[in-house]
C-alpha cells in the first residue's frame, strides 16, 4: 500500500461533521496533487487547482471540518475503501466499473473530452503505440482498441514517453494536454478526441450515505447559484452546467 502524505497544513472548516453514532469527525480529502488544472502541489507544497477550491467550498456549505491528504493514483481507490481517507476528489470519471466498487456523488464536471498529443499530426492512433496512466477511464479505452497500451503510474511519465519515444501518442483529458502542448512546440494536440465516462464525481465508501448526501447537496447547491460554473470558467476545465 503506497505511503499517504498529509499536506503541511491541514484545512479546517466550520463545524465536524456529526455521523450516525453522534460522534463528530475529520472528513479527509484523498487527491493524487498532480493532474492540473485539476489538483497539482504548488511551490508551498500545498494541495491546489480546481479541486482545491472546489473541496474547501463543499466542506464550507456541508459544515464539515476537512483536511487534505496525498495518495498516488494507482492505489487512491483501495486506500479509500481501505479507510485511510474519506473522499476522492481526484479527477476521477464516473464509470460503472468503478461504481461496482465505491460510491460517487453527482457529477460537478461535464464528461471532459480525452485527446492525443503527439510528435507528429499523422500519427497511427488506431494501430500505434499510445501511452495512459495506469487506472485511468484512457487506459481502458485504448485496451479496447487495436493499438498498443502502454501504461505508467504518473501523468507526467505519459508524456516523457511520447517525448522520449516509447509511445507514439498519450491519450489523457484534454484539459491536462493542452497547456503541455501550448508550451512545447516538439507536441501536437491531434484533432481526434473520445468522449468517455460520466463526468468527473466525488468517489466515497459505500457505506458513506450520509456524508455523500451531504456533498451531494452541497455541488447541488454550486450548480442552482452559478459558483461551480464561475470555478469552471476560472480553471478552463471545460463545459458549464
Known amino acids: 500500500m503506497k505511503k499517504l502524505m498529509l499536506t503541511t497544513t491541514a484545512l479546517t472548516l466550520v463545524a465536524g461533521f456529526a455521523f450516525a453514532d453522534g460522534h463528530s469527525k475529520t472528513v479527509r480529502l484523498g487527491t493524487e496533487g498532480a493532474y492540473p488544472p485539476y489538483n497539482f502541489l504548488n511551490d508551498d507544497g500545498e494541495v491546489d487547482g480546481f479541486e482545491r477550491e ?26 479509500l475503501v481501505s479507510g485511510n481517507y474519506d473522499v476522492i ?11 461496482e466498487v465505491i460510491d460517487f456523488t453527482q457529477n460537478y464536471t461535464q464528461p471532459d473530452p480525452s485527446g492525443y498529443i503527439a510528435l507528429s499530426m499523422d500519427v497511427d492512433l488506431a494501430g500505434g503505440v499510445i501511452a495512459a496512466q495506469t487506472g485511468t477511464i484512457q487506459a481502458s479505452h485504448i485496451a479496447s482498441t487495436g493499438a498498443t497500451l502502454v501504461e505508467f503510474a504518473t501523468p507526467e511519465e505519459t508524456v516523457a514517453a511520447v517525448r522520449n519515444g516509447e509511445a507514439d501518442a498519450v491519450l489523457a483529458d484534454k484539459t491536462y494536454l493542452k497547456p503541455i502542448a501550448d508550451e512545447d512546440s ?56
Do not use: H, Y
Open 54 to 79: 472546489l473541496g474547501d467550498e463543499l466542506c464550507v456549505r456541508a459544515e464539515l471540518t476537512c483536511e487534505w491528504v496525498t495518495n498516488e493514483w494507482d492505489s487512491i481507490i483501495p486506500n
Open 89 to 99: 476528489i481526484a479527477g476521477m470519471s464516473i464509470t460503472d466499473e468503478r461504481d
Open 186 to 241: 516538439s507536441l501536437m494536440l491531434i484533432e481526434q478526441e473520445e468522449l468517455l465516462g460520466g463526468g468527473i464525481g466525488l468517489g466515497l465508501r459505500e457505506s458513506d450515505g450520509e456524508l455523500k448526501a451531504k456533498l451531494d447537496a452541497a455541488i447541488g447547491s454550486m450548480k442552482a447559484d452559478g459558483s461551480l460554473n464561475a470555478l469552471i470558467e476560472k480553471w478552463e476545465i471545460g463545459k458549464t452546467f
